[in-house]
């Protein structure tokens, strides 16, 4: 005699502990897969900053650097505003006062370079890989340049770097 348990449905399938088993094993999968994913994104937002630049009567780039408040910090201007080269602006301090600004266009065949992740500039296109001082480390071509590197002012009072374009 089929006995019929109340709780369950009459049309449920069995309890399947091996697919129970397979399903939570997914998911835990699925867990440490983002992890992997999102912890170098998440270092990443920790050290950069994207940023809101102005500039005036289009002669010149105004940034505020106040978020760059050690050493190795770096920041990358938005998408609105670009250097000479159409491409976004990455800027790195180097101690107290003293910063690199740099195009963030590759010099080998001027696609936009990542921001640096690990202490490394990276285009993602061919390859090419420069540090924080924008020196090529993995070239793609013989004598591959550096990134270009703006001139600048600085406002120490302000926090201001200024780049006339």
Do not use: W
């Amino acid at each position: 005699m089929n006995r019929h348990d109340p709780e369950k449905p009459q049309n449920a399938e069995p309890e399947n502990p091996r697919r129970q088993f397979l399903g939570q094993c997914t998911g835990a999968l699925q867990a440490l897969l983002f992890a992997g994913v999102a912890a170098p994104l998440l270092e990443a937002c920790e050290t950069s900053q994207v940023i809101a630049a102005r500039g005036d009567s289009g002669s010149e780039l105004n940034i505020v650097v106040s978020s760059l408040d050690a050493d190795g910090k770096f920041l990358v201007t938005g998408d609105s505003e670009r250097g000479l080269d159409d491409k976004r602006i990455l800027i790195v301090r180097k101690a107290p006062a003293t910063f690199l600004v740099m195009s963030m266009e590759c010099t080998h065949q001027q696609c936009e370079v990542q921001p640096p992740v690990n202490n490394a500039i990276n285009c993602l296109c061919h390859g090419s890989r420069y540090n924080l001082d924008g020196d090529v480390t993995a070239p793609q071509i013989a004598n591959q340049a550096p990134l270009k590197r703006y001139q600048f002012t600085y406002d120490a009072a302000r926090s201001i770097i200024t780049i006339p374009l």
